[in-house]
T-cell receptor, first 113, second 112 residues
Framework: GDSVTQMEGPVTLSEEACLTI???????????LFWYVQYPGEGLQLLLK?????DKGSNKGFEATYRKETTSFHLEKGSVQVSDSAVYFC????????????FGQGTRLTINP | SQTIHQWPATLVQPVGSPLSLECTVE??????LYWYRQAAGRGLQLLFY??????ISSEVPQNLSASRPQDRQFILSSKKLLLSDSGFYLC???????????FGPGTRLTVT
C-alpha cells in the first residue's frame, strides 16, 4: 500500500539555521502531498500542499516541491525561529478511496535561541 | 468560515468506565469526518471515518466505536475503557471531493 517515510527525529537547530526535513513516498498513481504542523498540546494544522508534479507549496516561510522523479516532498525553510519548534507530519492522499490521508511518523523539531 | 470543535479537552477515566467524545463541525455541509488517536510521542492512527450520516468505516479492530447521528456531528464511544485507550484523540473533517483535512484541538484521554 501507499506509504510515507520521514527523516528520523528529533531534529535540533539553532535559531536562523536552515531547515530540511526529508519526506519520501510510495504510491500508485499521482497523489496530492501535504505537510502538517503540530504545536505542543494542539491538533494538526495544514502547513502547505502540492497537488501535482513540480508544484511548490509554500506558507510562513516554509516550502516543499513535489518531485515525482525522486518521489519526494522535502520541507525547507531558510531561517528557522524558536516558534517553529513543533512536530511536522508529511502526508499523501490515499487514492484508493474514501479521501483518506496516509501520514508519516512525524519529525520533532526543536529550535534553540 | 469553518470551525471544528471537540470536547471535552481533557478527560481522566478509570479502567472499565464508558467513554463518549464529541466532535462537531460548523460552516460546512456533508463533510467527511475522521477520528484519529495519537499515543504519546507517536504518529497518527486512523480509527474511523465517515462519508455521510450513519456511514462509518472502521480502520482498526478495537473496543471503540463511532457514530454520526447528524451531518456535522461525530461521536467516539467505548463501553469499557482499557489502559491502552489512553492517548490524544483528534477529530478532522474534509470537504467532499478534497483530500486536505482540518483538525480539531483534540481530547487528551488518560485511563487510570
Amino acid at each position: 500500500g501507499d506509504s510515507v517515510t520521514q527523516m528520523e527525529g528529533p531534529v535540533t537547530l539553532s535559531e536562523e539555521a536552515c531547515l530540511t526535513i526529508n519526506c519520501t513516498y510510495t504510491a500508485t498513481g499521482y497523489p496530492s502531498l501535504f505537510w502538517y504542523v503540530q504545536y505542543p498540546g494542539e491538533g494538526l494544522q495544514l502547513l502547505l500542499k502540492a497537488t501535482k508534479a513540480d508544484d511548490k507549496g509554500s506558507n510562513k516561510g516554509f516550502e516543499a516541491t513535489y518531485r515525482k522523479e525522486t518521489t519526494s516532498f522535502h520541507l525547507e525553510k531558510g531561517s528557522v525561529q524558536v516558534s517553529d519548534s513543533a512536530v511536522y507530519f508529511c502526508a499523501l492522499s490515499d487514492l484508493q478511496g474514501a479521501q483518506k490521508l496516509v501520514f508519516g511518523q512525524g519529525t520533532r523539531l526543536t529550535i534553540n535561541p | 468560515s469553518q470551525t471544528i470543535h471537540q470536547w471535552p479537552a481533557t478527560l481522566v477515566q478509570p479502567v472499565g468506565s464508558p467513554l463518549s467524545l464529541e466532535c462537531t463541525v460548523e460552516g460546512t455541509s456533508n463533510p467527511n469526518l475522521y477520528w484519529y488517536r495519537q499515543a504519546a510521542g507517536r504518529g497518527l492512527q486512523l480509527l474511523f471515518y465517515s462519508v455521510g450520516i450513519g456511514q462509518i468505516s472502521s480502520e482498526v479492530p478495537q473496543n471503540l466505536s463511532a457514530s454520526r447521528p447528524q451531518d456535522r456531528q461525530f461521536i467516539l464511544s467505548s463501553k469499557k475503557l482499557l489502559l491502552s485507550d489512553s492517548g490524544f484523540y483528534l477529530c478532522a473533517w474534509s470537504p467532499g471531493g478534497f483530500y486536505e483535512q482540518y483538525f480539531g484541538p483534540g481530547t487528551r484521554l488518560t485511563v487510570t
